[in-house]
């Protein structure tokens, strides 16, 4: 069985970074791309960022498209989330997710294995 387990959440002023890590264990995710997902209360879940198997090729929202970077460190089992110039409608509970292929997607249903959440919020 697989955990994932995200940290770095947290409470930012608007403009600010945060750096989100999922550490992952219970089995090697290293062929299985990886990806972030966002909740915001009273929102449908959303796709944010995804990076395939070899860490090479990533995918991202238009919304956070040039401000978020996703990256992967496939000796450590982690994926991480950069986030910069961060905005009050980044403010949501963050997911990070393991696909169910290499190379992912951009739908919920692309992902079996999923963390409990960070939250992060960001002031105006």
């Known amino acids: 069985q697989v955990q994932l387990v995200e940290s770095g959440g947290g409470l930012v002023q608007a403009g600010g970074s945060l750096r989100l890590s999922c550490a992952a264990s219970?089995?090697?995710?290293?062929?299985?791309?990886m990806g972030w997902f966002r909740q915001a209360p009273g929102k449908e879940r959303e796709f944010v960022a995804g990076v395939y198997w070899n860490g090479i090729s990533t995918y991202y929202a238009d919304s956070v498209k040039g401000r978020f970077t996703i990256s992967r460190d496939n000796g450590k089992n982690t994926v991480y989330l950069q986030m910069n110039s961060l905005k009050p409608e980044d403010t949501a509970a963050y997911y990070c997710?393991?696909?169910?292929?290499?190379?992912?997607?951009?739908?919920?249903?692309?992902?079996?294995?999923w963390g409990q959440g960070t939250q992060v919020t960001v002031s105006s």
């Open positions: 997710a393991a696909a169910r292929t290499a190379y992912g997607g951009r739908r919920s249903d692309d992902y079996n294995y």
């Open positions: 219970g089995r090697t995710l290293t062929s299985y791309a």
